[in-house]
């Protein structure tokens, strides 16, 4: 067998492909590891809990289990966040909240948690706004107040 001689350039494009290579493992090995800051909201739960058990709403995922914590369950998405440090979780097994902090992996680094406000307060003005309608035609606040006044509703699709 004949020994195979590389020429200086034919190193040089060995070594910048052995680099590219490092270069793209390391990127993709810590893609996961970047912090995320933010909110998310969802329902308290223990975390002996699993995510399929929280979205039937198990009578289990609201029980006090010695050695589980509080977990942050999100019915958006069907996902299960761990919280640390416990101490900022406000509000008890199955209280709504809004979680504020930083995402790793699956663990959100609380900096604070409230609970969960949806929509306008009674007796509070909406805020103008434009949209379109199912026939495309612009609807305004103003162009959807009756005599009484108006009434808004909005809910989320029945189809997910």
């Keep these: 067998m004949t020994p195979l001689r590389l020429t200086s350039t034919s ?14 493992a390391s990127t993709f090995a810590n893609q996961g590891a970047t912090s995320k800051p933010g909110f998310w909201s969802g329902v308290l739960v223990t975390s002996a809990c699993n995510a399929d058990e929280a979205f039937s709403e198990s009578p289990e995922c ?20 761990s919280l640390s440090p416990q101490n900022k979780v406000t509000g008890k097994l199955g209280d ?23 929509g306008l307060e009674v007796g509070q003005k909406a805020p103008d706004f434009s949209l379109k309608d199912e026939f495309g035609n612009a609807q305004t606040l103003e162009s959807l107040k009756g005599k009484n006044g108006t009434v808004l509703l909005f809910f989320r699709s029945a189809d997910w």
């Design 62 to 81: 609201l029980k006090n289990v010695p050695g589980a914590e509080i977990a942050l369950y999100d019915d958006t998405n069907r996902v299960m966040y």
């Design 11 to 24: 190193k040089i494009l060995c070594l910048a492909a052995v680099a590219v290579v490092f270069f793209a």
């Design 96 to 118: 709504t909240v809004t979680v504020h902090g930083t995402l790793d992996d699956d663990t959100i680094q609380v900096t604070s948690c409230g609970p969960m406000a949806i």
